[in-house]
T-cell receptor
Framework: DAGVIQSPRHEVTEMGQEVTLRCKPI?????LFWYRQTMMRGLELLIY????????DSGMPEDRFSAKMPNASFSTLKIQPSEPRDSAVYFC???????????FGSGTRLTVV | AQTVTQSQPEMSVQEAETVTLSCTYD???????LFWYKQPPSRQMILVIR??????QNATENRFSVNFQKAAKSFSLKISDSQLGDAAMYFC???????????FGAGTRLTVKP
């Protein structure tokens, strides 16, 4: 298995632009998570899905952020419009139900200038 | 909500020596899972070891072992025979069996001195 695949690995964009981050979870995993990592706030859970359905989006910072999971093999995290304070590493992770740990993707480093 | 605390922002160890990283957590649940993740400079999050709360036996994975004290809500990681490749950020994490999300501590940066 290729693991959790995220793209792009790096993204630099100008303030006000739309940014879309992509994730392909491990086949068969029924949970998908989006995290944001910054020096100031550490790893923050943004949203997670179970069987493609959003379960908890209370971590999404504001309406500029949205996430979708149209099928079991693909998810997106969109920021529109982007702001400099959105600069961070965004991780996608997937897992099976219950006791297993997460498998993380390699992350997307987003820089908004 | 559950919280995870790592009180050591930085630790260092001499190569081949043993080091222990501390983690405490706060929860009212009786069943849950605990994890240690390693994040090297490549930024990839790597699962090191996991512990199921209902198991009293401490988990072990090669040179990595945990000291799980459920009553004290403590979950420390011991790295034996430290190697240069162990240098990384280490995150302690708590996963609830009720809502399945995972909460992370702030991390401990481990330096290994040759």
């Amino acid at each position: 298995d290729a693991g959790v695949i995220q793209s792009p690995r790096h993204e630099v964009t100008e303030m006000g632009q739309e940014v879309t981050l992509r994730c392909k979870p491990i086949s068969g995993h029924d949970y998908l998570f989006w995290y944001r990592q910054t020096m100031m706030r550490g790893l923050e859970l943004l949203i997670y899905f179970n069987n493609n359905v959003p379960i908890d989006d209370s971590g999404m910072p504001e309406d500029r952020f949205s996430a979708k999971m149209p099928n079991a093999s693909f998810s997106t995290l969109k920021i529109q419009p982007s702001e400099p304070r959105d600069s961070a590493v965004y991780f996608c992770a997937s897992s099976l139900t219950g006791r297993s740990g997460y498998t993380f993707g390699s992350g997307t480093r987003l820089t908004v200038v | 909500a559950q919280t995870v605390t790592q009180s050591q922002p930085e630790m260092s160890v001499q190569e081949a020596e043993t080091v222990t990283l501390s983690c405490t957590y706060d929860t009212s649940e009786s069943d849950y899972y605990l994890f240690w993740y390693k994040q090297p400079p490549s930024r990839q999050m790597i699962l090191v070891i996991r512990q199921e709360a209902y198991k009293q036996q401490n988990a072990t994975e090669n040179r990595f072992s945990v000291n799980f004290q459920k009553a004290a809500k403590s979950f420390s990681l011991k790295i034996s025979d430290s190697q240069l490749g162990d240098a990384a950020m280490y995150f302690c994490a708590y996963r609830s069996v009720n809502n399945n999300d995972m909460r992370f501590g702030a991390g401990t940066r481990l330096t290994v001195k040759p």
